[in-house]
């Protein structure tokens, strides 16, 4: 870990203007990935601006009707929050999938947001890595693979993103509120992270200094027909081999809108409009489940040890629409 | 020995399977609350805040070739920063390759001897200790030695791609027995068979406790050492030889261990870092080693074993052979048992044994919990398994028709063996009559069921140990061994031993360990120490009884003066006459009359080789395991395990329960999780934290139950103890697999069983 110094503001302005000072300067919320990635040498920043005393801390009604959660409010807090809970089950379930107990006190949303990709040679530095180093190449590529994308993937990175909320939020159609430098912008949710292509380094689309204030969820009604189902190779505390939000409309029998996001299988949650479309107007049913599951995993390309995740995935899918239509009792 | 001393003696040994005061009860651990409440202290936690000096190790990136250049002065300009030892630098240190064989070390071979050479062996192997006024300036100023390298690009890491290399170990720690019969020809001859592969990989201790190691330099260059260790005396006499110290330089502590499950058996490479520190630099140094880097030594190694089981029509074995092969380093032959277990386990009159070694870019292999024996019974429990459905009968009946009634390895009959009634009492447990027979007929939901069984089986060795007693006139006890409590409860089983023996209250004795001035024991280690250090205590503590006795004699108007030492008894801190209890003296009242401030006594306790060499002494277990596996997704889970086990005494049924417990958890961890994994193209183990590391989680953990079934065994030990930090792992990634197949029809050979393995 290198040397770094340490300050905390309390208004954006005051964090935005402590960027300019610095050769390679970070903000920190929880700290919950900043810190490993420190200690393993992998971020190395000289200043770190504590923002956790920004006033983004409350989980309010949206003007658009739906709700908004603050950037600096804990995955745990928001997780448990009745509002959430109540109108945003799903989210809940996905927060509740992810990381430990610990983990989620400290984390907050926009930290979750923010999580670096996962990949065992982006956590190594003793071997290349495009994401860590550009153009140094991709160990992972030929290396060990069994965790990383199946999906979007490029010849430069195959990383995967490994937030959990951040499935249910793309999948929820979630917008990301940010000020910057340059004022405010939001920013829809499937544009907010970013396949690797050939700049790797980048995980999602914010600008340099820019800072998340809080998330908007639309006023949709998902509370009664949906799922969360992460699969892992232990019940808790380990990032998905595949996960899938699924969320769904029905009227008699039939899919009126559904909603289907993967995590575990991309840079970015992967969040497939054309399965979805495909859905719509469907009996929820097997055969349906299935089509909409081929159709979300066409070009899926498998690297050796993680190629089982393209069957896994279609099974996954079908478990978690099966479940989430009520056809199942859940597990 | 006339007729009545020898009643006397045995009246006053612990009468098998009788409980006492102490004995078989289940006390709670007496260094519990020092645990609970941070007062237990480890290796890192002495001497914080006193201008120690802190050293940070850096490990190499590339796994074979040379360093050609090191830079240092970047790191050294910053304030604070000491010096930086490289292979450059270090002065010159022992020579022979004895004087850095520690007490675990493989027979042969040339012991790694960290920055001694400009040779890359391995990778994250340590090639500089950075020292500097505080940890986090060393762990920065480490990032600013820069190294240049001269890259071997032949590698050979992978235990599956170098089998061409195997050859036979110059030194086999546990000779593998000679054939038996024809194998070969009884195989063909065999109406059922089994022919199969088992491999597993590498997997890591990762104790929660780093590695780590505090040295005090004091007046007259004198080193107080605290070390994270399985045993302060190899420590120390590895140390007194590779630095040329003498008894008195160089004192080891180690009160506590955070886990050790092996890996502290040989002395790890922070030790020899921070003591060079410290002599050169005349200062306290401390050392700790990262998470990364706990994955840079000893790891329990990948083996695959092919076997070949022959059955008769009738279902009696006729044919057993296994042949592995497994890894060690390219400097030392890392040998353990796996294969014998093969010809032990069951009455069997034709076996073919055979262990080769692959010497790979490795750091040598290091015992982990039931080294080789965790390894090579899962495979044979696996073939079982699969023979017995071949056959057509049921597993454990299986087990039963081929149960072995001696050892035919050593063609000698076991000291005790009640394994039969741990299928027994372990099958009426979980309810395996009610098992259907036909594998993935029973299903709940989207959950395929699986029952399994499988054996488990461990040595029983007494090792020599010594031991000391003081009782002062308070009638307070001290009893002192150099052993270690790793966390086995250590600490209080030997408080019971001791409180039972010379009949004291346990809140009266003090248990001391951890501490290189102590009395002699061997290694923490081998499941031995409660038959070793156990027996130790015991005898000292009757040899206290007899001086004590003897004193009291002496005392004028003595109670005592015409009576012999068996026609009393020591209870209640009281000497009494058996005849008539109301005739006594405390142990006080003989202290303070004898006008003596304390009686000392120092005994050591060797094993009755003679008589326990014409026996074959293990320990056995029944493992009952279920699991539920999704049909669909492949995930498991083990729901329920009972786990029955023959250990003969068990001296403290609560610490004993948690050693099966965990070890029983990571049986689970073994089958399901564990697994360290390796880039061949690098040559280098890639999960190195415990995120990727998995072991289970509370969640991943349900219903386990244990038995301890009675075993009375007067030949393995005075106390007829088994010891159980082994046993309790062994089996139980088999019984898994078992269950695994009987729940989907599938037959899983290679561990961890992930998922993908049944999608």
Redesign the interface.
Known sequence: ???FTFVRVDSPDAAIAELDEHYSPKFIAGGTNLLDLM???VECPDHLIDINHLAFNKIEDSPGGGLRLGALVTNADTAWNQEVEKRYPLLSQAILAGASPQLRNMATNGGNLMQRTRC??F?????PCNKREPGSGC?AI???N??LGILGTSEQCIATHPSDMCVALAALGATVNVTGKNGNRIIPFADFHRLPGDRPDLDNTLDAGDIVTSIDLPNEDFTSYYKYLK?R???????A?VSVAAALKMEDGKIKEARLALGGVAHKPWRSNEAEVLLAGNTANKDSFEKAADVILQGAKGYGDNT?KI??AK??I??ALTEAAGL??Q? | MSLLQKVGVSAENLEPQETGKYIGKPISRVDGRAKVTGNAKYAAEFNVGTGILHGFVISSPIAKGKITAVNIRQALSQKGVLTVFTHLNVPGLAWFDRSYRDQDAPPGGSPFRPLQSDEILFSQQPIALVVAETFELARYAATLVHFEYEVKEELSVGLEQNLDKAKKPEKHRFPVPKPRGDAEKALKESAFTVEEDYYHGYEHHNPMEMFASTVIYGDDDRLTIYDKTQGVLNSQSYIKSVFGLSDDKARVISPFMGGGFGSGLRPQYQLYMAVLASLELKRSVKVVLTRQQMFSFGHRPATLQKIALGASADGKLQAIINKCVSETSTFEEYTENIVNWSGQMYQCDNVLLDHQLVPLDLYTPLDMRAPGGVTGMYALEIAIDELAVKAGIDPLEFRLMNYAEKDQNLDKPFSSKELRECYRQGAERFGWSKRNPQAGATVEGNNLVGWGVATGCWEANQMPSRAKAMLSADGKLTVGCATADIGTGTYTVMTQIAAEVLGVAMEDVLFKLGDSVLPMSPLQGGSWTMATVGSAVKLVCDDMKTKLFKLAKQLENSPFSNIKEEDVIFSDSRIQLKADTQKYLTFSEVLQKSEVNYLETDTTSLPNMLEQNKYSRFTHSAVFVEVKVDKDLGTVHVTRVVDAVAAGRIINTKTARSQILGGVVWGISMALHEDTVMDNNFGRFMNHNLAEYHVPVNADIKDIDVIFVEEHDDIVNPLGVKGLGEIGIVGVAAAVSNAIYHATGKRLRNLPMQLDQLL
């Open positions: 870990m290198n040397k200690k393993e040498n065992y040679y956590y190594d530095t003793a071997t160990s030929g290396g060990y069994r965790i699969i190779d232990r019940a808790s505390y380990a990032f081999l089982f069957e896994l099974r996954a079908v478990r199942e009792e597990a």
